[in-house]
């Protein structure tokens, strides 16, 4: 077996660890109110962050403004016009390849 191979399966492993924690650790308490509210927020607010660490992203750390931003918007509008997910996905799609296409 290579060594890829068994990172891939520590990794593996170490990551259902991880997630077994939490409800082993905290199996019969409940977290404080506070606690509560800010794990439920965790999740979007992750999600926030990639999206626009991938959108306006650039080398180097710094930022760019290209096809996945206007994507992006495309995106925002469809779902501010309450589009159905496939018509959200579609906009932004067709919106970046014809920006790319473009420029």
Do not use: Y
């Not at 660890?17 to 650790?25: E, F, R, V, Y």
């Not at 606690?35 to 965790?42: G, I, N, P, V």
């Amino acid at each position: 077996m290579s060594a890829v191979w068994i990172s891939v399966i520590v990794v593996g492993l170490a990551t259902m660890a991880i997630k077994a924690a939490g409800p082993l650790l905290l199996a019969r308490r409940t977290p404080p109110p506070r606690a509560q509210a800010a794990l439920e927020h965790l999740a979007p607010a992750l999600l926030a962050a990639l999206v626009v660490t991938q959108a306006l992203g650039g080398d180097n750390g710094g930022f760019t403004i290209d096809a996945r931003l206007a994507g992006l918007a495309a995106g925002a509008v469809a779902l501010l016009l309450r589009a159905p997910l496939l018509v959200v996905i579609t906009a932004a799609a067709v919106t970046a390849a014809l920006v790319r296409l473009v420029a």
